[in-house]
């Protein structure tokens, strides 16, 4: 019973991911060539509310779902890094069509090939757990 309130928010997710067209190839193919504002809307309307979510998550000292205490940890800075990360992201986002969340949307709505990027994506957190600290942070 516990879960069910994890179940019903991705079910929430889902269908805002649809009903906003997050999940459209196009729309993502669009953002990739500069052709439309949507996707660029959708992402900057998360980061906002990330930040808010954040902000308001330190502010309160709000607990996890077993009672323990949300930590930040402060992050060495290294531009390298990042460009290298978000460029394998960004590829993968490319090449599939999807990112993490559209990709299990994407399933749900009945489009059965992207299971086998969700397959790959798996595939790839798997062995990035495997070799994690081998690389640097």
Not at 22 to 31: K, T
Request: charged share 15%; proline share 4%.
């Amino acid at each position: 019973m516990k879960l069910i309130k994890f179940l019903a928010l991705g079910i929430v997710f889902g269908i805002v991911m649809a009903k906003s067209e997050a999940l459209s190839w196009y729309r993502i193919q669009e953002m990739f060539r500069f052709q439309s504002f949507h996707m660029y809307g959708i992402i900057g309307t998360a980061v906002v509310l990330g930040v808010l979510g954040i902000a308001l998550i330190k502010k309160f000292n709000v607990r996890d779902n077993e009672g323990n205490p949300i930590v930040f940890y402060p992050k060495a800075k290294s531009v390298a890094r990042y460009l290298m990360g978000g460029a394998i992201f960004g590829l993968g986002w490319a090449l599939s069509g999807a990112c993490p969340g559209p990709m299990v949307v994407n399933i749900g709505y009945g489009y059965l090939t992207m299971a086998i990027v969700f397959l790959f994506a798996t595939i790839g957190t798997f062995i990035y757990g495997l070799v994690k600290d081998k690389l640097p942070h």
